[in-house]
T-cell receptor, first 112, second 117 residues
Framework: SQTIHQWPATLVQPVGSPLSLECTVE??????LYWYRQAAGRGLQLLFY??????ISSEVPQNLSASRPQDRQFILSSKKLLLSDSGFYLC???????????FGQGTRLTVV | AQKITQTQPGMFVQEKEAVTLDCTYD???????LFWYKQPSSGEMIFLIY??????QNATEGRYSLNFQKARKSANLVISASQLGDSAMYFC??????????????FGTGTSLTVIP
């Protein structure tokens, strides 16, 4: 069966520090991978998506970047965090267009 | 333009009553999929129901049904016989295109549902 792992679950980082959130998928190959951010009480904002290794599409200009070094690994990074980067970050994967997206448990990031 | 619009930031429903959560979408692609997710306070995203653009019948999954009106571009979620455990955020989402490899997966801003005992 397929599973998705996302870590860490919670993170408190000072402004200006770097960030690295990792997401890995098991049990499938060549998935589409997504990073979303959810501000408190708000909807999900699509940040990045990837259809293959090294292929990253960015939806919004921001302080963040994403990389896909391996087929089932998706990393969200920042060189210098801003206060506005605080939020709940969700990684997701899907495959067929008629298939729902499967989400990780999320990372709650607080930038202080 | 917003791909997915959910105009109800918050909804209240009496336990055991039915409730409809609104969702409209915007796409020029003839092939797309519509999804509803539930997000309890824990933050996890729980898939509820799926409707394909070519599906002739409205999707149903237990107490959940999707009122799909293609011409109006609406995909409202109906929850019958509400339970206290249904209190959560509900998100409507859309995926465009018939390409096997797919593309973006768009979400609305969500509706917070509170079930009153």
């Amino acid at each position: 069966s397929q599973t998705i792992h996302q870590w860490p679950a919670t993170l408190v980082q000072p402004v200006g520090s770097p960030l690295s959130l990792e997401c890995t998928v098991e049990g499938t190959s060549n998935p589409n991978l997504y990073w979303y951010r959810q501000a408190a009480g708000r909807g999900l904002q699509l940040l990045f998506y990837s259809v293959g290794i090294g292929q990253i599409s960015s939806e919004v200009p921001q302080n963040l970047s994403a990389s896909r070094p391996q087929d089932r690994q998706f990393i969200l990074s920042s060189k210098k965090l801003l206060l506005s980067d605080s939020g709940f970050y969700l990684c997701a994967w899907t495959k067929r267009t008629d298939q729902e997206a499967f989400f990780g448990q999320g990372t709650r990031l607080t930038v202080v | 333009a917003q791909k997915i619009t959910q105009t109800q930031p918050g909804m209240f429903v009496q336990e055991k009553e039915a409730v409809t959560l609104d969702c409209t979408y915007d796409t020029s692609d003839p092939s797309y999929g519509l999804f509803w997710y539930k997000q309890p306070s824990s933050g996890e995203m729980i898939f509820l129901i799926y409707q394909g653009s070519y599906d002739q019948q409205n999707a149903t999954e237990g107490r959940y049904s999707l009122n799909f009106q293609k011409a109006r571009k609406s995909a409202n979620l109906v929850i019958s016989a509400s339970q206290l455990g249904d209190s959560a955020m509900y998100f409507c989402a859309m995926r465009e295109g018939k390409d096997y490899f797919g593309n973006q997966f768009y979400f609305g801003t969500g509706t917070s549902l509170t079930v009153i005992p």
